[in-house]
């Protein structure tokens, strides 16, 4: 079996431990981080637009970057939680095939594990709102990577080296499988790669076919056989993915945005976002700057 690479480094953005009651209810929260949960008493219910798990204990739970997800307490629930940021120079994704929440049954160290990164990161709760409006901004997140920056190296190698060893488990996961077929073809899997890469170039059917030396027609129903959309559309949406990421996480405006993300017009971009996300990039952004 062929080994997944990744150039992805994944880092702590938040660590704690809480306890939640009714008022935990947030509707079509997206992020461009990773959310890792413990649940330790207690249960509510986590949504996503392609499955549903009761929030509960006995298992792990992993909501990947730009997943849209519900989340809801009906009574209590006390949980371990880490937020994850994922790195690429490439723009790759370790879970980009992934649609959905994923779970898997916790082992007799996560709690440890968990405590473990607390210890070596204290302080790195979200202490004045548990509303991702709040804390999905560019200042809150900017503000944690510079504690990262602080830390000592054996700190932050460990975290690191605990954080790996969390996610790889979700790697052998059914769900993680279901979304990312063995056999895929190799011809196929490089366009990706390609498509990733290189956003904020233009591209065409017949371009990303002749890189898989394909016919047209061919490649795409290939394309949409192995991701489950045709290859404009599935650029399209890694393009608003990667928006949404910069308007959260940077300083560029919506027109260097546009251009870093393929668009030839602001006009352009601003449609295709609405038509992906329900919102126009300025209305996202806004969402997510400080009050």
Not at 1 to 23: E, H, P, W
Not at 150 to 179: C, N, W, Y
Request: charged share 20%; with cysteine.
């Amino acid at each position: 079996m062929d080994k997944i690479r990744t150039g992805s480094t994944f880092s702590l953005l938040n660590a704690d431990y809480v306890q939640l009651n009714k008022n935990w209810d947030y509707r079509n929260v997206i992020s461009p981080f990773y959310r890792l949960y413990l649940v330790d008493e207690g249960e509510g219910k986590l949504s996503s637009p392609v499955n549903n798990h009761a929030f509960g204990t006995g298992n792990l739970y992993l909501i990947p970057s730009f997943t849209v997800c519900n989340y809801s307490c009906p009574e209590y629930l006390s949980l371990y939680y880490l937020h994850i940021m994922e790195e690429s120079p490439k723009g790759d994704s370790l879970f980009a095939s992934c649609s959905g929440i994923l779970k898997i049954p916790a082992s007799g160290d996560d709690e440890r594990y968990f405590r473990r990164i607390l210890q070596l990161n204290p302080d790195r709760g979200l202490r004045r709102s548990t509303d991702p409006k709040v804390y999905e901004k560019n200042a809150t997140i900017q503000g944690f990577r510079d504690l990262n920056n602080k830390s000592p190296l054996h700190v932050v190698m460990e975290t690191e080296g605990i954080i790996l060893q969390m996610l790889s488990r979700f790697l052998i996961a059914e769900d993680f499988q279901l979304k990312q077929p063995a056999n895929i073809p190799a011809k196929i899997l490089e366009v990706v790669r390609f498509i990733q890469r290189n956003l904020h170039l233009p591209m065409t059917v017949t371009h990303l076919a002749q890189r898989a030396n394909q016919h047209p027609d061919y490649f795409s129903r290939l394309f949409q056989e192995y991701t489950g959309h045709r290859p404009l559309h599935y650029v399209q949406g890694k393009r608003i993915e990667r928006a949404q990421f910069l308007l959260i996480t940077s300083d560029l405006s919506i027109s260097g945005i546009a251009a870093e993300t393929g668009f030839d017009s602001i006009s352009y971009f601003s449609r295709t976002f609405k038509k992906f996300s329900g919102q126009t990039p300025g209305e996202y952004k806004k969402q997510n700057l400080l009050i």
